[in-house]
């Protein structure tokens, strides 16, 4: 496991012992300009952003990681403004630590940083499957009213869907979308 690091803090020996400790491969960069350069590794890497202070750029960094290379991330920082807290806890993957860690415990907060990933990232991906599965089931209904008022009854119409569908082999929703588009 590589751990990818911004270190602000001047005291840069007790994290490096730790990870040594630990046998984990470390990657100093030195900036977030540095970090959008570095080839990321999703499936193994791990951010550890040690700051003085959260900032707007740091916030939005995290975003677009989140948004491109999404992979857990730990960010500890003397000071942060709440905003800057919340906007980090929207990303949803993010360990914030406040303060500076002691680096002793570095293994358990990456053992925590990976579940929150893991969990953060299944719940993101059902919200997305159930906010198509809303979207397709509007498409269906919007179909339906428009089948109705040729004069079918909802069941009928409804049925009119299934039937297309089934002999098309698409979806209702894929049907009904071609309907919708094409009155």
């Known amino acids: 496991m590589r751990i990818l690091t911004l270190f602000e803090f001047t005291d840069y020996e007790p ?11 470390l990657v100093k960069l030195d900036s977030l300009s540095a970090f959008e ?16 202070s959260i900032t707007a750029i740091h916030v939005k960094f995290i975003e677009r990681l989140m948004q491109f290379a999404p992979l857990p991330l730990i960010i500890t920082s003397k000071s942060a403004e709440r905003l800057d807290i919340a906007a980090l806890l929207h990303c949803g993957r993010v360990t914030y630590i ?11 907060i990456i053992q925590l940083a990976l579940i929150r990933f893991t969990t953060a990232t299944q719940l993101l991906s059902k919200l997305a499957e159930l906010e198509q599965c809303l979207q397709d089931q509007k498409l269906v209904d919007i179909a339906k009213q428009q089948l109705q008022q040729s004069g079918l009854s909802e069941s ?16 209702l929703a894929s049907i009904a979308a071609i309907l919708c588009h094409n009155r």
């Open 37 to 52: 350069r570095f080839s990321l590794k999703t499936d193994s890497d791990i951010v550890l952003l040690c700051v003085e």
């Open 156 to 171: 009928d119409a409804h049925t009119a869907l299934q039937q297309q569908a089934m002999s098309s082999g698409r979806s």
């Open 98 to 108: 406040p303060q500076q860690f002691d680096f002793e415990r570095l293994d358990n």
């Open 15 to 25: 994290l490096l012992n730790q990870v040594t400790k630990c046998n984990f491969e």
